[in-house]
């Protein structure tokens, strides 16, 4: 018999799971795969747009990127070791490139797995999954946004891949309608550049705030103040960028703060996250969850159980790829891949229900203890490493998590230089080389310029991270 099997998502984590079908097609039951993917090309987030809110379709735009990003964290900690950037580009690399070179090698990735055009449905935007307890099969109901039909297909499995970036989280201030500015989330900011000389403020203390703050200093904006609620940031940020209290209202442009103080704005960022959103898979099989290192319902943060309230059990049919707070990332979502696909084709087998439920629940209180970096560093290496075990992969991974601390220990010690830092390639032993002009001074993000820029060779001692300057 063919196991029918539905991934619903073609960004990095859909793309790695239909290629880890692809690697291991000669292993197993046999699987016939179709995946579903609602823009008009793979690549999920790294397919930038122009667009926000709807597209052409009248669907939600999904990507949450912009103009002129760069990589936040060093290429070598989210690098295949089958398929390396050198395997790529013909060459080394600095260790934070921005977004296209990034789009450009996952391509390439997915190439080397054998996936072909012809295997995503782009323009096919899913609409509702359910799972019959008596069949024990899925319904799977599809829209082709181009026929401006739909129609539903049966699933023996389903692999839900479409992210958790892109619905924001949109909280509300006192008084924000009366903002005469424009205010905006994080999700539908595309280029910093229309903020030059201008005093923006940010509410967020997290990823969005850190590096949309930093876009708005390097191009141009007269001033950038980020409003937190739990706790500050902390980096020692440049002098027209500062972190204040929360935002308590808003009177047409002048903002006030917790902390009783007052100040005039062009415009409101909100950097306040995103929502698990899946509404398109029935209540009863849908994943609630906040951005955590260990998720509800979840075996290894991959295969669905119904252990809350108002769910069930899908006989371990159903698997959610790429879900938890991340450290780890392009390889995170190779390893889940290969996770639930030795499953589904029954290369592996998992413990009793009874057993992978207490494992959910140790693992939710494990949660609790993630209170800084480090822990949570270590304890996403300790999951990359128990997932190496369970597939058998031969690279082991943890050696990323003191690069991640190293990466981590840079932005507080410079948080304008961190991107211009180098480190050594885990596979290779080979360090990164470095730009001759700083990040901050990188204002063409363009594959073709920024693959043609001079790089310098690092000369200096390291054990795997290093300053590079």
Same mark, same amino acid.
């Given at each position: 018999?063919?196991?029918?099997?539905?991934?619903?998502? %073609?960004?990095?984590?859909?793309?790695?799971?239909?290629?880890?079908?692809?690697?291991?097609?000669?292993?197993?039951?046999?699987?016939?795969?179709?995946?579903?993917?609602?823009?008009?090309?793979?690549?999920?987030?790294?397919?930038?747009?122009?667009?926000?809110?709807?597209?052409?379709?009248?669907?939600?735009?999904?990507?949450?990127?912009?103009?002129?990003?760069?990589?936040?964290?060093?290429?070598? %900690?989210?690098?295949?070791?089958?398929?390396?950037?050198?395997?790529?580009?013909?060459?080394?690399?600095?260790?934070?490139?921005?977004?296209?070179?990034?789009?450009?090698?996952?391509?390439?990735?997915?190439?080397?797995?054998?996936?072909?055009?012809?295997?995503?449905?782009?323009?096919?935007?899913?609409?509702?999954?359910?799972?019959?307890?008596?069949?024990?099969?899925?319904?799977?109901?599809?829209?082709?946004?181009?026929?401006?039909?739909?129609?539903?297909?049966?699933?023996?499995?389903?692999?839900?891949?479409?992210?958790?970036?892109?619905? #924001?989280?949109?909280?509300?201030? #006192?008084?924000?309608?009366?903002?005469?500015?424009?205010?905006?989330?994080?999700?539908?900011?595309?280029?910093?550049?229309?903020?030059?000389?201008?005093?923006?403020?940010?509410?967020?203390?997290?990823?969005?705030?850190?590096?949309?703050?930093?876009?708005?200093?390097?191009?141009?904006?007269?001033?950038?103040?980020?409003?937190?609620?739990?706790? #500050?940031?902390?980096?020692?940020?440049?002098?027209?960028?500062?972190?204040?209290?929360?935002?308590?209202?808003?009177?047409?442009?002048?903002?006030?703060?917790?902390?009783?103080?007052?100040?005039?704005?062009?415009?409101?960022?909100?950097?306040?996250?995103?929502?698990?959103?899946?509404?398109?898979? %029935?209540?009863?099989?849908?994943?609630?969850?906040?951005?955590?290192?260990?998720?509800?319902?979840?075996?290894?943060?991959?295969?669905?159980?119904?252990?809350?309230?108002?769910?069930?059990?899908?006989?371990?049919?159903?698997?959610?790829?790429?879900?938890?707070?991340?450290?780890?990332?392009?390889?995170?979502?190779?390893?889940?891949?290969?996770? %639930?696909?030795?499953?589904?084709?029954?290369?592996?087998?998992?413990?009793?229900?009874?057993?992978?439920?207490?494992?959910?629940?140790?693992?939710?209180?494990?949660?609790?203890?993630?209170?800084?970096?480090?822990?949570?560093?270590?304890?996403?290496?300790?999951?990359?490493?128990?997932?190496?075990?369970?597939?058998?992969?031969?690279?082991?991974?943890?050696?990323?998590?003191?690069?991640?601390?190293?990466?981590?220990?840079?932005?507080?010690?410079?948080?304008?230089?961190?991107?211009?830092?180098?480190?050594?390639?885990?596979?290779?032993?080979?360090?990164? #080389?470095?730009?001759?002009?700083?990040?901050?001074?990188?204002?063409?993000?363009?594959?073709?310029?920024?693959?043609?820029?001079?790089?310098?060779?690092?000369?200096?001692?390291?054990?795997?991270?290093?300053?590079?300057?």
């Amino acid at each position: 018999m063919v196991i029918r099997v539905c991934i619903v998502g %073609a960004g990095p984590s859909g793309m790695a799971a239909l290629g880890m079908f692809k690697q291991l097609e000669a292993q197993g039951e046999q699987c016939e795969v179709t995946v579903y993917e609602k823009q008009d090309a793979p690549g999920g987030l790294w397919n930038l747009t122009w667009r926000t809110g709807l597209d052409e379709y009248g669907e939600t735009v999904h990507c949450s990127m912009y103009r002129d990003l760069f990589s936040n964290g060093p290429k070598e %900690a989210l690098e295949f070791p089958e398929y390396t950037f050198m395997d790529h580009f013909g060459k080394e690399i600095p260790s934070c490139p921005p977004r296209p070179v990034l789009y450009d090698y996952l391509k390439g990735y997915w190439r080397f797995l054998g996936i072909e055009e012809k295997d995503v449905l782009v323009k096919h935007s899913v609409k509702e999954v359910s799972y019959d307890d008596a069949r024990k099969t899925f319904s799977v109901t599809v829209k082709n946004l181009v026929k401006n039909e739909e129609y539903s297909q049966e699933f023996d499995k389903v692999l839900v891949a479409a992210g958790h970036f892109s619905t #924001p989280h949109v909280p509300t201030f #006192p008084g924000i309608e009366t903002f005469d500015g424009r205010v905006l989330h994080a999700h539908d900011f595309r280029n910093a550049r229309e903020f030059t000389g201008k005093n923006c403020l940010l509410i967020g203390a997290s990823y969005s705030a850190e590096d949309i703050g930093l876009q708005l200093y390097k191009f141009g904006a007269k001033s950038v103040t980020m409003s937190w609620r739990t706790q #500050p940031m902390g980096f020692a940020w440049p002098d027209t960028m500062k972190e204040v209290p929360l935002l308590t209202k808003v009177s047409s442009k002048t903002c006030y703060f917790k902390d009783g103080h007052q100040e005039d704005f062009d415009a409101i960022i909100l950097c306040t996250g995103y929502r698990h959103n899946f509404p398109f898979m %029935a209540p009863d099989i849908r994943l609630e969850a906040t951005n955590t290192y260990n998720l509800p319902n979840l075996y290894r943060n991959i295969q669905w159980y119904g252990t809350r309230a108002g769910t069930k059990d899908t006989d371990g049919s159903l698997f959610y790829i790429g879900m938890t707070d991340q450290f780890y990332t392009y390889t995170m979502f190779m390893m889940q891949g290969l996770w %639930a696909v030795h499953v589904i084709k029954g290369i592996l087998s998992v413990p009793s229900r009874e057993k992978c439920v207490a494992q959910i629940d140790k693992c939710l209180e494990e949660d609790k203890l993630l209170t800084d970096y480090n822990k949570q560093i270590d304890n996403q290496a300790e999951y990359m490493e128990r997932l190496r075990q369970d597939t058998g992969h031969p690279v082991c991974l943890k050696g990323c998590a003191d690069m991640f601390k190293g990466w981590e220990n840079d932005k507080h010690e410079d948080i304008l230089t961190y991107r211009d830092k180098t480190h050594k390639n885990l596979f290779t032993g080979i360090v990164s #080389p470095v730009l001759t002009k700083p990040w901050v001074k990188l204002l063409d993000d363009s594959l073709k310029t920024y693959l043609s820029m001079e790089y310098v060779e690092y000369k200096g001692q390291t054990n795997g991270h290093t300053n590079g300057h």
